[in-house]
């Protein structure tokens, strides 16, 4: 009987144990697929820039077959490094990418419209 108890005390410790060690490794192995998956994007949207510079000299295109034409470019990288290309996560990136580039050279372009006109103004 004193047996018993004992068995089933170090049992129930066992299993405790394990649902924490197997709570512990999916975790840990999750993270490191969002890691991966993490670095991985940061590496597509570093190389898309040139793409994106190049698909900007393009006059006679759209917005939409400019982001076409980058999108295809950095679906070849990641097949040439072996990465997984997720289409929706790197249009949002290059998306963003422009927002910010328009926004930039759109106060360097304010900042030479406001120049002349406060020195005529004044």
Not at 84 to 93: H, P, Q, R, Y
Request: glycine share 8%; proline share 2%; aromatic share 8%.
């Amino acid at each position: 009987m004193e047996y018993l108890e004992i068995i089933l005390s170090l049992a129930g410790t066992a299993v405790g144990f394990l649902a924490t060690a197997l709570t512990f490794i999916l975790k840990f192995v999750k993270s490191a697929k969002a890691k991966k998956i993490a670095e991985q994007t940061v590496k597509v949207g570093n190389a898309v820039l040139p793409y994106i510079k190049q698909a900007e000299t393009f006059l006679n295109y759209s917005g939409q077959e400019k982001k076409e034409y980058v999108m295809t470019k950095a679906n070849q990288y990641a097949i040439e490094q072996g990465i997984t290309f997720d289409a929706g996560l790197i249009g949002e990136k290059v998306e963003e990418l422009v927002r910010l580039t328009k926004e930039v050279n759109k106060r360097e372009k304010d900042k030479a419209v406001l120049a002349p006109a406060a020195i005529g103004g004044g």
